[in-house]
Every structure is written in structure tokens, then in C-alpha cells.
């Protein structure tokens, strides 16, 4: 595993895959963080990031430019799904490599 991939400047796994989430992850359910206006439902318990779940992939929490600038404007308030994504996993690498970055 490789740890010298800067997130900032990259956010291809942001712009990659459908980011699902058990629906309790939202913040209309007790303890939830993500803001629920930034979701979507796709199943009767399972949520997305709005964006994600199209053709082409695009959080709508991601600002800036992939393979340059990036932030995530709900951060701390982040899905698991985001936080499971690991800087050099195998996940990270489809994506950086599916963007046309690095993948060493
Ligand atoms: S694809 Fe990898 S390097 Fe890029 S933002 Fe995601 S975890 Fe970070
Ligand atoms: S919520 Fe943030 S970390 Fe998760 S996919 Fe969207 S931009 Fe990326």
C-alpha cells in the first residue's frame, strides 16, 4: 500500500462510484451526520451521495477539480463508505487510475 498520494489534489474516488450508505448514516436519524439533503434514496435502507449514482459519478459534496484541487465540504460529516477508502487501496488506485492519475 502506497501512502504517497495527496487527497487534495486528487478526489477521484469521490468521482468514481456510487457512495451508498445505510440510511441511518443521514442526519434525520439519531446519531446520523450525513445532511440528508445531500442524499438520495436507492433502497428502502440504503442512501446515496447525490451524484454518485449517475453514469458518471461526481459527489455532490466534492468541490474543486479532480486530479487537482479538492475538498469535501462535509468532511467530518463524511459516510462510512468515504472514511473505508484508504489512500493506496484497491479502490484508490481503480479510481486515480480510471482519472488518468498515478497509481505509483
Ligand atoms: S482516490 Fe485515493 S488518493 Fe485520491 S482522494 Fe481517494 S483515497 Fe485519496
Ligand atoms: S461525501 Fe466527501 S468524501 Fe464522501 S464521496 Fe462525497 S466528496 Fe468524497
Do not use: K
Given at each position: 500500500?502506497?501512502?504517497?498520494?495527496?487527497?487534495?489534489?486528487?478526489?477521484?474516488?469521490?468521482?468514481?462510484?456510487?457512495?451508498?450508505?445505510?440510511?441511518?448514516?443521514?442526519?434525520?436519524?439519531?446519531?446520523?451526520?450525513?445532511?440528508?439533503?445531500?442524499?438520495?434514496?436507492?433502497?428502502?435502507?440504503?442512501?446515496?451521495?447525490?451524484?454518485?449514482?449517475?453514469?458518471?459519478?461526481?459527489?455532490?459534496?466534492?468541490?474543486?477539480?479532480?486530479?487537482?484541487?479538492?475538498?469535501?465540504?462535509?468532511y467530518?460529516?463524511?459516510?462510512?463508505?468515504?472514511?473505508?477508502?484508504?489512500?493506496?487501496?484497491?479502490?484508490?488506485?481503480r479510481?486515480?487510475?480510471?482519472?488518468?492519475?498515478?497509481?505509483?
Amino acid at each position: 500500500m502506497s501512502a504517497a498520494f495527496d487527497c487534495q489534489t486528487c478526489g477521484a474516488c469521490c468521482a468514481q462510484f456510487r457512495v451508498s450508505f445505510y440510511w441511518a448514516e443521514a442526519d434525520d436519524a439519531p446519531g446520523g451526520t450525513v445532511p440528508v439533503a445531500l442524499t438520495e434514496a436507492i433502497s428502502p435502507h440504503l442512501r446515496c451521495m447525490q451524484g454518485t449514482s449517475s453514469r458518471r459519478p461526481h459527489c455532490i459534496a466534492l468541490e474543486g477539480q479532480v486530479g487537482q484541487q479538492v475538498s469535501c465540504r462535509i468532511y467530518d460529516l463524511r459516510a462510512s463508505t468515504c472514511r473505508a477508502v484508504q489512500v493506496g487501496d484497491a479502490q484508490c488506485l481503480r479510481a486515480r487510475e480510471r482519472h488518468g492519475l498515478p497509481t505509483a
